[in-house]
């Protein structure tokens, strides 16, 4: 599951037309052990502890529970559009949740009615064991048809867990993804619109120093034009976060679309073949017991 997971995200990156140019990428991919190793020793100090990595996860989770549910609202981005697409990311998370968990307990259900008829199989053997004639054979037949059912039943779980409730898994994390994205998104329009008023502010204050000609005037300079640049920096950071997130989530819906079908579509298939199976499997057992 592992192995599948990794190569399902090592895709996904690979077809990204930005990510598959990634360094990051190719060194994964290419480096040998030994290469590696070094990197390893060599940025050990710049790595953190992972008690220190577990706080730092908590605070960003606090950070985005806060920003993304408007516990902090010193500044809040306006936009139709915006809010239509946190509306969609938190009913999307709902949901595939909410199927997830019932995928869930659909593998286990088969698991243990997969479980529960071996364990029939195995006292139908042993009471047609005692029993002579037709009707030990009659038993046993049982016996044997129900671990086949069983086996099919596993078999079936495995493929349930790992092409619908996985898939589902692995949507609600990439939901909560964008979740983080948003907040950092929140984030961007903050700093973007508080650097905006301090150099409004900066503004200000120059123009009254120039007008008494106060000897402060060249610090006040140096402090706007760093604060100015500060800003358009934001700016563009923010601006770039929208234009790119349009763009991410389009191409997300468009994946979600296709693998969402991919799975369901499985899931049916697989079901309807489990039924047939086991229909057929029961009624080759019928004939033989009303003989």
Do not use: C, W
């Given at each position: 599951m592992r192995r599948l997971a990794l190569d399902i995200f090592l895709n996904r990156?690979?077809?990204?037309?930005?990510?598959?140019?990634?360094?990051?990428?190719?060194?994964?991919l290419q480096v040998d052990e030994a290469v590696m190793e070094r990197l390893r020793a060599h940025e050990t100090g710049i790595f953190k502890k992972p008690v220190e990595l577990?706080?730092?996860?908590?605070?960003v989770q606090s950070k985005v529970s806060n920003v993304v549910l408007g516990k902090e609202k010193p500044v809040e981005?306006?936009?139709?559009?915006?809010?239509?697409?946190?509306?969609?990311?938190?009913?999307?998370?709902?949901h595939l949740a909410e199927a997830q968990k019932h995928a869930y307990r659909l593998v286990k259900r088969h698991r243990e009615l997969g479980k529960s008829l071996s364990d029939f199989g195995k006292a139908m053997k042993l009471l047609g064991s005692c029993e002579g004639d037709s009707l030990g054979r009659a038993f046993?037949?049982?016996?044997?048809?129900?671990?086949?059912?069983?086996?099919?039943?596993?078999?079936?779980?495995?493929?349930l867990l790992m092409n619908f409730?996985?898939?589902?898994?692995?949507?609600?994390?990439?939901?909560?993804?964008?979740?983080?994205?948003i907040a950092e998104r929140a984030n961007a329009f903050r700093q973007h619109c508080e650097l905006?008023?301090?150099?409004?502010?900066?503004?200000?204050?120059?123009e009254k120093l120039k007008l008494i000609h106060s000897d402060k005037m060249r610090e006040a300079e140096d402090e706007y034009k760093e604060v100015k640049e500060a800003s358009e920096k934001a700016t563009r950071r923010y601006e770039t976060m929208v234009r790119l997130m349009k763009e991410e989530i389009i191409q997300f819906q468009e994946q979600k679309t296709l693998d969402m079908g991919v799975a369901f579509?499985?899931?049916?298939?697989?079901?309807?073949?489990?039924?047939?199976?086991m229909a057929d499997g029961w009624r080759g057992l019928l004939a033989k017991l009303e003989a």
């Open positions: 990156v690979a077809s990204h037309h930005k990510l598959r140019q990634s360094e990051d990428l190719r060194t994964f577990m706080q730092i996860f908590k605070d981005e306006s936009n139709s559009e915006y809010e239509k697409l946190k509306h969609y990311v938190f009913e999307l998370e709902n046993s037949e049982l016996g044997a048809k129900s671990d086949l059912v069983s086996v099919r039943l596993q078999k079936e779980a495995q493929q409730e996985e898939p589902l898994k692995d949507y609600v994390l990439a939901v909560q993804s964008i979740k983080a994205t905006s008023e301090t150099v409004k502010l900066k503004e200000i204050n120059l579509h499985n899931f049916a298939d697989g079901q309807a073949r489990l039924a047939n199976n």
